[in-house]
Structures are given as structure tokens and as C-alpha cells.
């Protein structure tokens, strides 16, 4: 992929000034490269790592955990040209030493000091904290916003930003069947837990994958706590009275999920979710969209491309959605089969989607 005029302009610039960038007191090296970085690059970052007396630094690129910047990230690094004092890389990588400890406005923590619990989350890791020493109430939410720095730290950006869902503070009870495990620790935990307890291999999968199905109402009435009213023979208008005949109203669907795409789920050059979407208003209509995504997905999956993860029908048309590496490389590896006539009225769309969320709207259901 081309990079876009103003990452390489940013990088046209960098490379004039890199001696001079180098020769700078590390304070000042970082204000000015960020300087630079701000005409071009909106919501990244750029820190530097290295030691005073290195003859060659590290540039990291970060978007301080917002998701939405992460691929301009990818395409920042993917666009740094070979620099004679710097090396590129793309997130804040883990720390080498886990074992640390920050100090903020008096109160210091230690990652020894905060003990983590993990559960399952729709797909994505949650985490239960809690502080080893006495935190009064007064410094309570200062001690989150460092547990949180210190979270980022030890899994590193991305992993953090992406693999962790929710994070509640608690106060354990004595008794309480939890295992606890220091955030110095934590790292390791955290891989063996991604991989034996959620089953993410990263290993593409291979022979007859498993697919589950279920049918879906759209457009049903809730109450509060999501669960669906019994309408009988009537149905929301738009001021949220009962109107009319709700026979109508409720839209049936249904949804296949590949399950054996756990094992590559949330990979992190999977992350742009592609939708390719067919007319399936008839019986007809429906064998050739279903072909057609089919062959797609075994293109993808055979060179490693990507993988289909789910299939939606409902109002006469055929949903696959996919994984992918790079979405103008999925198009090319497919332009044979888009070019067919029952891809004439296609629909795709594409979007950054690291965390799966596409798939784990419905995987969930059926785990």
C-alpha cells in the first residue's frame, strides 16, 4: 500500500533532520521529533528508546491505546524508510522488566503490590484488580489511573487495548475461589490463558471446520434488561406506543458461525473485518451466494489471506464476513470471483476490527 502524502512527507522531513535529531538532548529530541509529528501524523506519538550513549535509537509509535489510530500506526512504520540512528516499531512494546513500581503525587505502587484475576469476556480477557496495601478512598482513583499505566506496561499496547475487555476493581473475599496473580507476573498468565483457556493457537485452521447455526429476530421488542416482550398482534410505533400488526415488524434472520476461527480470532494481521454481501432473495439466489462466499473463503483461508467467520441471511440478502491480512489484497486475490455475474449487485465493506467484534456479536451464543 501506498502511504498517503502525509506520512511520507513526515518521513521526507525526518530523514533530513535525522543527524540533527540524533544530536539533540534526549528531552529535546523527543519534543522536537514530536513537533515534526504533529504536521502529519494526528494521534501519534512518537518515544524514543535507547541509551544516552547509543550509537542507534529506537522510535516507538503510539497512539496511547486508542484503537482508532492503531492503523495509521501499522502504516506510519510500514512507510519508514532505512534510517542511519533510528529503528521504527510500531506500539509500545511490553516491558522487559515487569517487576517495577510508579509514583504519582505522593502514592507509589508496585506491580507486585496489585493482584489481577482473569475471566472470560465475549472473546476478550477480563480482569479483576485489587491492591495489596491499604489504598484510602481519597487516593482510590488515583490508584486505578496506575494500575491502568501499569496494565499497558507489563502486556504491552496493543494486547492491552485489544485482548482485555472489562476491568473491575474489587475487594476480595476471604474465601472466594479466585486465583490471584501479581501484575508482575501477570504476562505470562495472561498468553497461557489466551491460548489453553481461550484456545487462540494463532494457528490457522485446517480439515472440515465447525459451524454452528442459529435463527434471529431483528427489530424485537426488549424490556430494560434486553430480553424479548411478547407483542401478540402488535407492534412499537415511533413514539413507543403500540400501532399496529407486528407480523411484519420482527425480521427473522440467520446466522452461521465458523467456531474453528477461535484459534486466529483477534491475531493481530487479521484485524480488518470484510463483508461481502448477495442478493439471496430466492432458493436460486441463495445456492450461488452461498457458493460464491464459500469459494472466497477457501481462496483466503488456502493462502493464508484470511478466513470466513460467519455467514447472516435476512431480507433477501447473503452476509459473509471475513479476516483478512489486507482488504485491497483480498480484492485482488478474489477479482476472479467478483467478476462473475452473481457478484454484479455486491456489497463490501471493510473496517478496522481487531477485536472481532463482527464475530463475537454472535460466536458468544454458540461457545
Known amino acids: 500500500m501506498q502511504p498517503t502524502p502525509e506520512?511520507?512527507?513526515?518521513?521526507?522531513?525526518?530523514?533530513?533532520?535525522?543527524?540533527a535529531f540524533f544530536q539533540l538532548p534526549p528531552a529535546d529530541r523527543?519534543?522536537?521529533?514530536?513537533?515534526?509529528?504533529?504536521?502529519?501524523?494526528?494521534?501519534?506519538?512518537?518515544?524514543?528508546?535507547?541509551?544516552?550513549?547509543?550509537?542507534?535509537?529506537?522510535?516507538?509509535?503510539?497512539?496511547?491505546?486508542?484503537?482508532?489510530?492503531?492503523?495509521?500506526?501499522?502504516?506510519?512504520?510500514?512507510?519508514?524508510?532505512?534510517?542511519?540512528?533510528?529503528?521504527?516499531?510500531?506500539?509500545?512494546?511490553?516491558?522487559?522488566?515487569?517487576?517495577?513500581?510508579?509514583?504519582?503525587?505522593?502514592?507509589?505502587?508496585?506491580?507486585?503490590?496489585?493482584?489481577?484475576a482473569?475471566?472470560?469476556?465475549?472473546?476478550?480477557?477480563?480482569?479483576?484488580?485489587?491492591?495489596?496495601?491499604?489504598?484510602?478512598?481519597?487516593?482510590?482513583?488515583?490508584?486505578?489511573?496506575?494500575?491502568?499505566?501499569?496494565?499497558?506496561?507489563v502486556l504491552g499496547e496493543y494486547d492491552f487495548a485489544v485482548k482485555v475487555g472489562a476491568i473491575d476493581f474489587v475487594t476480595p473475599a476471604p474465601d472466594a475461589p479466585v486465583s490471584w496473580t501479581p501484575l508482575s507476573a501477570l504476562a505470562q498468565v495472561f498468553d497461557t490463558f489466551w491460548v489453553e483457556t481461550l484456545g487462540r493457537t494463532g494457528i490457522f485452521p485446517t480439515g472440515e471446520a465447525h459451524w454452528e447455526g442459529m435463527e434471529l429476530q431483528f427489530n424485537c421488542a426488549v424490556d430494560d434488561s434486553g430480553n424479548e416482550i411478547e407483542l401478540d398482534d402488535f407492534a412499537w410505533g415511533d413514539d413507543d406506543t403500540v400501532t399496529e400488526d407486528a407480523s411484519d415488524a420482527q425480521e427473522a434472520g440467520f446466522?452461521?458461525?465458523?467456531?474453528?476461527?477461535?484459534?486466529?480470532?483477534?491475531?493481530?494481521?487479521?484485524?480488518?473485518?470484510?463483508?461481502?454481501?448477495?442478493?439471496?432473495?430466492?432458493e436460486g439466489a441463495q445456492a450461488r451466494a452461498q457458493a460464491l462466499q464459500d469459494q472466497a473463503g477457501m481462496l483466503l483461508q488456502q493462502m493464508h489471506q484470511g478466513l470466513m467467520v460467519l455467514t447472516l441471511a435476512k431480507e433477501g440478502r447473503r452476509q459473509a464476513l471475513y479476516y483478512v491480512v489486507d482488504e485491497a489484497?483480498?480484492?485482488?486475490t478474489l477479482a476472479p470471483l467478483l467478476a462473475r455475474p452473481e457478484a454484479?449487485?455486491?456489497?463490501?465493506?471493510?473496517?478496522?476490527?481487531?477485536?472481532?467484534?463482527?464475530?463475537?456479536?454472535?460466536a458468544g451464543y454458540l461457545a
Open 7 to 19: 506520512i511520507a512527507s513526515f518521513w521526507r522531513e525526518f530523514a533530513v533532520q535525522e543527524a
Open 30 to 116: 523527543v519534543e522536537q521529533i514530536n513537533a515534526l509529528a504533529s504536521q502529519y501524523l494526528h494521534g501519534v506519538t512518537l518515544e524514543v528508546l535507547g541509551a544516552p550513549d547509543a550509537t542507534r535509537l529506537e522510535l516507538v509509535l503510539t497512539a496511547h491505546g486508542h484503537i482508532e489510530f492503531f492503523p495509521l500506526l501499522s502504516q506510519v512504520a510500514g512507510a519508514a524508510p532505512a534510517l542511519e540512528h533510528f529503528g521504527v516499531t510500531a506500539f509500545r512494546a511490553r516491558s522487559p522488566e515487569a517487576d517495577f513500581s510508579i509514583q504519582m503525587d505522593g502514592l507509589e505502587l508496585s506491580t507486585s503490590e496489585v493482584m489481577v
Open 118 to 153: 482473569l475471566e472470560q469476556d465475549d472473546g476478550r480477557v477480563a480482569l479483576e484488580l485489587h491492591f495489596k496495601p491499604e489504598v484510602s478512598e481519597a487516593l482510590a482513583e488515583q490508584a486505578r489511573h496506575m494500575a491502568f499505566i501499569m496494565l499497558d506496561h
Open 255 to 282: 446466522v452461521a458461525v465458523n467456531l474453528s476461527a477461535d484459534a486466529v480470532a483477534m491475531r493481530a494481521d487479521l484485524a480488518t473485518a470484510w463483508t461481502l454481501d448477495l442478493p439471496a432473495a430466492d
Open 329 to 332: 489484497l483480498a480484492r485482488q
Open 344 to 362: 454484479a449487485d455486491a456489497e463490501i465493506k471493510a473496517s478496522f476490527d481487531p477485536a472481532w467484534s463482527g464475530y463475537f456479536e454472535y
